[in-house]
């Protein structure tokens, strides 16, 4: 059986925690920065969890980074 080819990206923008749920950061900090607050930015800093309904698909994309 041939090995799982991983998707390039989502290996540069999603990792395990160790309990296996899949970490992000988000995006949108970085263009038209200047419009947005301070708290917003701040917020926009701080990492978050894929949502339960799209876990499945990103641990396909990402199947050797365990």
Known sequence: MPKQKSHSSSKKRFWLTG??????????????????????KR???QVTLV????????KRMIPYKD
Not at 51 to 58: G, H, P, R
């Open 51 to 58: 949502s339960v309904t799209q876990e499945k698909t990103v």
């Open 19 to 40: 309990s296996g749920k899949v970490n992000r950061s988000h995006g949108g900090k970085n263009h038209k920065a200047e419009t947005k607050n301070r708290k917003r």
């Open 43 to 45: 917020t926009l800093r």
